[in-house]
Structures are given as C-alpha cells and as structure tokens.
C-alpha cells in the first residue's frame, strides 16, 4: 500500500528552526520526485518546495532563502528544514510524490499525497 507520512511539525516561536519529514512506503522511492505543499488557515494549497529524482532542489520565493529540501533514497524519506520560521509560516504542511523525474509547483503533477503535519509560528 503506498503511503506518505509526515511528522515533525510543533508550535514555536518565530526564528526557530524545524525538520519535516516524509516517509514513503510503498512504491520505487528513487523513480519519484517530491514535493511540499501547505496550506494556511483560510487560504488555498501553496506549493513551498520540489526536489527531483536526482536530488535538484527547487522553492518558492517565499522560502527559499531560509527552507531546505533534502531527501535520502536508503530511508525512502524526504526532509524539509525550516530556518527563521515566520508567523506567515503556520500551516498544514504535506508531502506529495510524482512519477517522473522533476516536478514543481503544480498539484495536478503529483499522484500521491499524505495528510499533513501542522506547524504553528507563534510568540
């Protein structure tokens, strides 16, 4: 059964520092690319970040000077780190997988997605 499972979101305080993560289960982890998506109260999906098969990183504007995408093929998991979190920054956050080599900002790239793990960036 194909599974995505994030983990790693909390409630901090702006500044701090994360680490989500995304354990896949279930299909070819190194034929994928993978994405992360989140979506603020009130507002719509919003793609933060894509990595590739190959392990070439892509952001948004709104993150990429202070969020990592990393993943490792031996764990079939991939990782998001958030430094300098903003309260702007609060949202369910997900994983998502695409077939294909690269993928990026668009939803209808990704077949598989998992339920999300909120984080909260609050003083």
Request: charged share 20%; glycine share 8%; aromatic share 14%.
């Amino acid at each position: 059964q194909l599974q995505l499972v994030e983990s790693g979101g909390d409630s901090v305080q702006p500044g701090a520092t994360l680490r989500l993560s995304c354990v896949a289960s279930g299909f070819a982890f190194n034929y994928y690319a993978f994405g992360w998506f989140r979506r603020a109260p009130g507002k719509g999906r919003e793609w933060v970040s894509s990595i590739s098969s190959e392990s070439r990183p892509s952001y948004s504007d709104s993150v990429k000077d202070r969020f990592s995408i990393s993943k490792n093929d031996a764990k079939s998991t991939v990782y998001l780190i958030m430094n300098n979190l903003e309260p702007e920054d609060t949202a369910l956050y997900y994983c998502a997988a695409a077939y294909t080599d690269a993928a990026g900002e668009f939803m209808d790239d990704y077949e598989y997605w998992g339920q999300g793990t909120q984080v909260t960036v609050s003083s």
